[in-house]
């Protein structure tokens, strides 16, 4: 009974009051102000590891589990290696680098504010500056996390993990009901349930498309967790742990901005877009062309584009048309890669019959290649965690180019990694207007491919896609080719 007890006082005393971590808070935002950091990235994420080791207890108290505050050491102490090899500020792909590292960190913290205000210490002068130029930056509540209780869970590490951690949302099956229902109401102030029944639901549930979705499956049958994880859509999964990367080093994948907001970087500003009925005898007229059928302009405005009437989209053909390669991409990403292949392989066919026999050759020559992106699935491991690196479709993909060559095997990259994609076209750009037709006779799914054209719009697209054809067919160009089309999905697995 004497050693039970003090084996309870024990316990005891390492818990925290509400006291000690409002006072671990202060002392934690006065260290944060107090510190200043060299230019030096090397130097500067060595010093900030040197300062956690120093204020060890400071940091371990106000931290939800020990392993973060190690975890943090061991990215610091890693980074800071690398850097001294290779200068960060050399190029942008560094920098992404930096900007995702230091993402990675935040997420690591979760929405530990204080924690958050210590690490944005490692964003330099040079690199604000990056940031403002490349229109990036780091945002609170910029994650959404979740978690799943399948029915053959452990309780006892879920009921645990629930009262250590925040989370946006629990998936409860149905089954575990009775069995969580007290927990449930003692917790629904600080997490919200949803129950289900079959894995099908969760497969069809959304994440938030501006946030890093972060999930937690807790099941005992790993092989049907891991089968979930990898069909689930969800950014980064953990499976019977959760926010555990003390080990190894994996980089949380960028979230960029939502498809929804790509109508307002368009700006119309032409004085020449007119209503259709001004043009007089013009006679040959283009309207856009998205959800598989051609649109006319909802607010019917066209320009004169070489004696031809072309569509000028407007804000709200722009947010129509997003809709509709949202709801392409969601079916197009479904489907396995032969699947894609075999549809792909029937619009070369098609163009060929049409005598377009470049664009026939472009199309076929990336399909025979597919096996680039079919092997960019990694299997790496650290000494306690299997993290598995797979790729997914970034979703909508905006394209538009002068030579139309360049454009078919950029549209060709695109659909065979399982995404939608916009064409831009103006006078200047080349236009997909001979091709939308095939398109749907080719069975390519509405929603797909689809075209705006836009007589005056700013250079808005997402990266630069003018990349040497002759890249794709080297390891590096293999890289060029996951990175462009595709992002990062991360699975992590305690190995026992």
Same mark, same amino acid.
């Given at each position: 009974?004497?050693?039970?007890?003090? &084996?309870?006082?024990?316990?005891?005393?390492?818990?925290?009051?509400?006291?000690?971590?409002?006072?671990?808070?202060?002392?934690?935002?006065?260290?944060?102000?107090?510190?200043?950091?060299?230019?030096? $990235?090397?130097?500067?994420?060595?010093?900030?590891?040197?300062?956690?080791?120093?204020?060890?207890?400071?940091?371990?108290?106000?931290?939800?589990?020990? =392993?973060?505050?190690?975890?943090?050491?061991?990215?610091?102490?890693?980074?800071?290696?690398?850097?001294?090899?290779?200068?960060?500020?050399?190029?942008? =792909?560094?920098?992404?680098?930096?900007?995702?590292?230091?993402?990675?960190?935040?997420?690591?913290?979760?929405?530990?504010?204080?924690?958050?205000?210590?690490?944005?210490?490692?964003?330099?002068?040079?690199?604000?500056?990056?940031?403002?130029?490349?229109?990036?930056?780091?945002?609170?509540?910029?994650?959404?996390?979740?978690?799943?209780?399948?029915? =053959?869970?452990?309780?006892?590490?879920?009921?645990?993990?629930?009262?250590?951690?925040?989370?946006?949302?629990?998936?409860?099956?149905?089954?575990?009901?009775?069995?969580?229902?007290?927990?449930?109401?003692?917790?629904?102030?600080?997490?919200?349930?949803? &129950?289900?029944?079959?894995?099908?639901?969760?497969?069809?549930?959304?994440?938030?498309?501006?946030?890093?979705?972060?999930?937690?499956?807790?099941?005992?049958?790993?092989?049907?967790?891991?089968?979930?994880?990898?069909?689930?859509?969800?950014?980064?999964?953990?499976?019977?742990? $959760?926010?555990?990367?003390?080990?190894?080093?994996?980089?949380?994948?960028?979230?960029?901005?939502?498809?929804?907001?790509?109508?307002?970087?368009?700006?119309?500003?032409?004085?020449?877009?007119?209503?259709?009925?001004?043009?007089?005898?013009?006679?040959?007229? $283009?309207?856009?062309?998205?959800?598989?059928?051609?649109?006319?302009?909802?607010?019917?405005?066209?320009?004169?584009?070489?004696?031809?009437?072309?569509?000028?989209?407007?804000?709200?053909?722009?947010?129509?048309? &997003?809709?509709?390669?949202?709801?392409?991409?969601?079916?197009?990403?479904?489907?396995?890669?032969?699947?894609?292949?075999?549809?792909?392989?029937?619009?070369?066919?098609?163009?060929?019959?049409?005598?377009?026999?470049?664009?026939?050759?472009?199309?076929?020559?990336?399909?025979?290649?597919?096996?680039?992106?079919?092997?960019?699935?990694?299997?790496?491991?650290?000494?306690?965690?299997?993290?598995?690196?797979?790729?997914?479709?970034?979703? &909508?993909?905006?394209?538009?180019?002068?030579?139309?060559?360049?454009?078919?095997?950029?549209?060709?990259?695109?659909?065979?990694?399982?995404?939608?994609?916009?064409?831009?076209?103006?006078?200047?750009?080349?236009?997909?207007?001979?091709?939308?037709?095939?398109?749907?006779?080719?069975?390519?799914?509405?929603?797909?491919?689809?075209?705006?054209?836009?007589?005056?719009?700013?250079?808005?697209?997402?990266?630069?896609?003018?990349?040497?054809?002759?890249?794709?067919?080297?390891?590096?160009?293999?890289?060029?080719?996951?990175?462009?089309?595709?992002?990062?999905?991360?699975?992590?697995?305690?190995?026992?």
């Amino acid at each position: 009974m004497t050693k039970n007890r003090t &084996i309870r006082e024990c316990y005891a005393n390492l818990e925290y009051d509400e006291f000690d971590i409002q006072k671990a808070r202060s002392q934690l935002s006065d260290l944060s102000e107090t510190i200043f950091f060299p230019e030096t $990235y090397s130097k500067r994420f060595l010093e900030m590891a040197t300062v956690i080791e120093k204020n060890l207890p400071l940091f371990q108290s106000y931290c939800r589990h020990v =392993d973060i505050v190690s975890t943090i050491i061991e990215y610091l102490k890693y980074y800071s290696m690398k850097f001294v090899i290779n200068e960060v500020e050399v190029s942008f =792909d560094a920098f992404m680098e930096l900007f995702n590292l230091v993402n990675t960190l935040f997420f690591i913290c979760m929405r530990d504010y204080p924690m958050r205000l210590f690490i944005s210490k490692l964003e330099s002068k040079t690199f604000r500056e990056q940031c403002i130029r490349s229109n990036m930056e780091h945002r609170d509540s910029d994650e959404h996390y979740e978690m799943i209780i399948l029915e =053959d869970s452990d309780l006892h590490a879920v009921v645990k993990e629930i009262r250590n951690f925040y989370f946006d949302k629990i998936w409860i099956q149905e089954l575990l009901v009775p069995k969580l229902s007290s927990f449930m109401n003692e917790c629904k102030a600080a997490h919200h349930f949803d &129950i289900f029944r079959s894995k099908q639901e969760l497969l069809d549930s959304t994440s938030h498309s501006e946030k890093l979705s972060i999930i937690s499956i807790w099941s005992e049958n790993i092989i049907a967790a891991k089968d979930l994880a990898a069909f689930l859509n969800r950014d980064v999964t953990f499976i019977n742990t $959760y926010m555990d990367f003390y080990g190894s080093i994996v980089l949380f994948p960028p979230k960029g901005k939502s498809d929804s907001s790509f109508s307002t970087l368009f700006q119309n500003t032409s004085t020449s877009t007119r209503k259709l009925g001004i043009f007089g005898p013009l006679s040959t007229r $283009y309207n856009l062309f998205f959800d598989g059928m051609w649109q006319k302009p909802v607010e019917d405005t066209y320009w004169n584009n070489k004696g031809f009437l072309w569509a000028n989209a407007t804000n709200e053909d722009i947010k129509r048309c &997003i809709a509709a390669a949202e709801k392409g991409a969601k079916i197009w990403s479904a489907r396995s890669i032969d699947s894609r292949m075999q549809v792909l392989s029937k619009l070369a066919h098609t163009l060929e019959c049409n005598n377009k026999f470049e664009l026939t050759d472009i199309i076929l020559k990336w399909t025979k290649s597919s096996h680039f992106y079919e092997n960019s699935i990694m299997h790496p491991q650290s000494g306690r965690l299997e993290i598995t690196e797979m790729r997914k479709p970034r979703g &909508i993909i905006i394209l538009k180019g002068k030579n139309l060559n360049v454009l078919f095997w950029q549209l060709t990259l695109a659909l065979i990694t399982g995404n939608s994609v916009i064409v831009l076209c103006n006078d200047v750009d080349c236009s997909l207007i001979p091709y939308c037709d095939m398109f749907s006779t080719s069975g390519i799914p509405p929603g797909v491919i689809n075209m705006l054209s836009i007589e005056k719009m700013k250079d808005i697209l997402y990266g630069n896609f003018k990349i040497d054809e002759s890249l794709f067919f080297t390891q590096e160009g293999k890289e060029n080719f996951c990175m462009k089309f595709t992002i990062p999905k991360i699975i992590v697995l305690p190995v026992k």
